[in-house]
């Protein structure tokens, strides 16, 4: 028996978010008394995963797995873990392994945990905690099957090192008929992602217009964070939709989420309810986020932005 993590990686470089998957994957290894093995798909320095546990590295290297086809990635990780005797298999919660999971479960005839926030609190019978209701509750929730697959919640167990003298061995799966071809990719360069970000700054409609968002892309500059924006300012136009966080864009589970002229609607709520510090500008001090919120400052963006923006690089300088 052993635990095997699926690490997510992009050109050739580990994600961040992999990191917490390997350091959750080692503490419930230790728990269940075996050892963890990690799968990685065309990375070339895998050093970064001994450092967090990872005692036996399975690299598969192939040009046809370099874009992500949710099919065949399940049946490698599928065939990983039956070649490792793995019964308990890790996965993310970032919108790959959500396409990949479902897949993973039928493949091993196994039960899926997705939103997982702690370590099991009982093994037999297998119970974990993991959030429902669009992260506003919390459930444990019990796996029978022989094999089990846990998604965990995005920054909800953080990364600890952990340094192994880890094994690394070449993979080499038997692959299916691809099914998916991609004619070309267009990606925002130059920008941290929202996926890989510690903070976020968002905004809505109360910039007013596209041409205000360098008071926004300035801020986000001086903390290090990615940049986002709510449904509306994403089909109007001002902002890419590839921005656009909440519930029916990209999930956020960030240490810090900034809230700029947003009002704050229950679908863009239960799309960020997991980051862990929220802070709101809003001049309207009866705008639905400021109950979320763990910060508010009620002001107008215009004024408020440029002196936060100003007093935080004084503050690094």
């Known amino acids: 028996m052993s635990v095997l993590a699926y690490v997510e990686s992009f050109k050739g470089k580990i994600k961040k978010n ?28 895998t050093s970064e995963l001994n450092k967090h546990g990872a005692s036996k590295v399975l690299k598969v290297t192939n040009s046809e797995l370099e874009s992500f086809d949710a099919k065949l990635y399940a049946n490698v990780i599928a065939q990983a ?80 090192e952990n340094n192994t003298e880890g094994l690394l061995e070449d993979f080499n799966p038997t692959l299916s008929e691809k099914k998916i071809t991609i004619n070309s990719t267009e990606k925002v360069s130059g920008k941290i992602s929202i996926a890989d970000a510690d903070i976020v ?70 799309g960020i309810n997991s980051s862990k510090i929220k802070v709101v500008i809003n001049n309207d001090p009866e705008a639905p986020f400021f109950k979320a919120a763990d910060y508010g400052v009620v002001g107008d963006a215009f004024d408020v932005v440029p002196r936060l923006t100003e007093k935080l690089k004084a503050f690094k300088a």
Request: glycine letters at 6%.
């Open 81 to 160: 873990a039956k070649a490792n005797n793995s019964n308990y298999i890790v996965l993310s919660s970032s919108l790959d392994t959500r396409y990949l999971a479902p897949l993973l479960s039928i493949e091993l005839e196994a039960g899926y945990i997705s939103n997982v926030v702690e370590l099991p609190s009982s093994l037999n019978p297998f119970t974990i905690k993991r959030t429902s209701f669009t992260n506003k509750a919390f459930c444990d929730s019990t796996i029978d099957s022989d094999i089990k697959i846990i998604g965990l919640s995005s920054n909800a167990f953080g990364i600890s």
């Open 18 to 45: 992999a990191l917490e998957i390997v350091s959750y994957s080692r503490e419930l290894a230790i728990k269940l008394d075996t050892n963890l093995v990690t799968i990685v798909l065309n990375v070339d320095d």
């Open 201 to 270: 700054v968002s905004a809505g409609r109360g910039l007013k217009g596209p041409e205000n968002w360098n008071i926004i892309e300035e801020l986000a500059e001086t903390l290090g964070a990615a940049t986002a924006c709510s449904k509306p300012v994403s089909d109007m136009g001002w902002r890419p939709h590839s921005e656009h966080v909440g519930q029916t864009g990209k999930p956020v589970a960030t240490n810090l989420y900034i809230a700029i002229g947003i009002s704050g609607a229950i679908q863009h709520l239960a």
